[in-house]
């Protein structure tokens, strides 16, 4: 068989039960044709970006979920789909990694083909960064005010492990993760187009840093800064040596 005979058996004849119900067919058209594909890394591109939709896609679904059972204070139900948002996460991230087997002279010849676009207009992306709000603020209602509890209680003077405990730290985790993609996104970028390059859109990839520091719950994380102030206090700013040695 040559290749253009390989090419029709990839896309299936989208008649049998798995093709009509995974809808394969239109699946597996959302790529150029591969006529159209300007070198051989293209495809990996574009599917490397879809792949990623797709995931944020569900994390959101998860997302809309958890917010539902945060208002239920069904903590196993958080719990169990928070663990399937971090791995969605971390799959993420590890995904990039495929686009660091792309040159950076066969990526120039891929960006001459994508507009102005930036992974700034990424629907899912743009979402996710809406989605921390009402979760936060159905943990707040349900897991603390109800309960007269806060950050400070459930983190040191009420420490005992429970329920918004377990689900403030998920959201940390959420948090930490979605820094990690970041992170590693500029990595790529480094990688790929080089640091300082300008972007698509004429800006520089420096605006990018600003994202980097963005907390979606920043009390979770001032909480541990005060209970080093706090405790650290018994000893003063700084500490003597174990083996007495000032
Ligand atoms: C060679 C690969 C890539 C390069 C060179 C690249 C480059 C860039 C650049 C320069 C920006 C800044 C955009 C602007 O200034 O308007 C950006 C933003 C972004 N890119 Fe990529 N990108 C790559 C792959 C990906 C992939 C695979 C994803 C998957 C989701 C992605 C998602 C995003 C997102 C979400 C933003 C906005 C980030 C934020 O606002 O914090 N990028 N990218």
Redesign the pocket.
Known sequence: MNREQFYALMGGEGTLDYELYLKTKTLLGCQSDYSELCNKDELQ?QI??QV??LW?KLIAYSLLDIDEYLQQENTNRVITLFRRVHLLQQM?TQ??TL?ET?SPKE?QE??LKLGNG?????P??RVL?KMYQPIWHSFKSHYLDKHGLTVEKIYDSEYNHGDAYMVAEALVEFDELFQK??AD?MQ??H???GFG?K???G???E??E???R?KFFPELWEIRTRMTDRWGASYGVKRDSLGGHH
Do not use: T
Not at 118 to 122: K, L, V
């Open positions: 591109f490397v970006h990623e939709e944020m993420m995904q990039l686009l792309m990526y891929i960006r930036s992974g700034q207009e990424s899912g992306f960064l993609f970041r996104h790529l970028i990688r790929s187009i390059a972007s698509l859109k800006r520089a990839v605006i990018l600003e994202g980097m963005q």
